[in-house]
């Protein structure tokens, strides 16, 4: 059966990488108004990453300092929350998990967990929301970690890295069963074309997961003509930076 997250929306998924960052707007990456413009421009899915606090709250936050945003090198994990907040104020202010999952009630968020500590607070953070939200991470022990948090009925999930790896050989050497019983009990393979030289989105790839009722989503493709090239394939979602032109050309 096809998990909610995935129900109700139009096809194929546009997933709003960060939200929509404006940077001569000051609107940084995964910034509370990042979100906010993404969700202005029709995007219905949001894809963030979680960090957790030296108070233990959980934040939207892709890296694990804050050097690249803010320059300041201090880890996420080393900054209490009022502080961030202080940091965050002039580039599109701070989002936390639960102010972003009740701000934006319609939104469909694709978490991904960056850090162990923010495993337990993600799944209890999204329990009352697992209809419309999908979560992930490179590490599947992470993501497990959170899915086991949730405790009442699961979020929509992708596996990790080390199970796409598997996956991937065992699609390249016809090895149908075993790739069968990776894809069970999850609901979306989110993927790169590519990792290095290695070709990990191919036809057989696709249709396999198809035949398991799972969606396949790439990551992250900013160029119109390849999301439309990827979508002809067969692909279900675009992970992209400019979820604006993407929805644009995608429904058009």
Not at 132 to 144: I, K, P, Y
Request: aromatic residues 4%.
């Amino acid at each position: 059966m096809t998990h909610p997250y995935l129900t109700g929306t139009a096809h194929p998924r546009v997933l709003a990488h960060r939200g929509l960052a404006r940077p001569d707007e000051h609107i940084s990456e995964n910034s509370f108004a990042a979100i906010a413009t993404a969700h202005a421009a029709g995007a219905v899915y949001v894809e963030s990453d979680c960090h957790v606090t030296a108070d233990g709250e959980v934040v939207l936050f892709h890296d694990d300092t804050l050097e690249r945003i803010t320059g300041d090198r201090r880890p996420i994990a080393e900054v209490p929350l009022r502080e961030l907040e202080q940091l965050m104020a002039d580039r599109g202010g701070l989002a936390t998990l639960a102010q972003s999952l009740e701000a934006f009630p319609t939104t469909r968020f694709n978490l991904d967990v960056k850090a162990a500590a923010a495993a337990e607070g993600v799944g209890r953070l999204v329990a009352e929301h697992a209809a419309r939200v999908l979560v992930t991470s490179f590490s599947d022990e992470r993501r497990l970690a959170a899915l086991a948090a949730v405790g009442g009925d699961r979020p929509a999930t992708s596996p990790g890295s080390r199970t796409i790896a598997r996956l991937v050989g065992a699609v390249r050497l016809l090895m149908r069963g075993t790739a069968m019983r990776l894809l069970r009990d999850v609901d979306a393979l989110q993927i790169p074309e590519r990792q290095s030289v290695l070709r990990v989105l191919t036809p057989r790839l696709i249709d396999w997961a198809h035949d398991a009722g799972v969606e396949v989503h790439v990551w992250t493709v900013n160029d119109p003509e390849r999301m439309r090239l990827l979508v002809a394939q067969g692909v279900d979602g675009i992970v992209t930076d400019h979820a604006d032109i993407a929805l644009e050309v995608l429904t058009r």
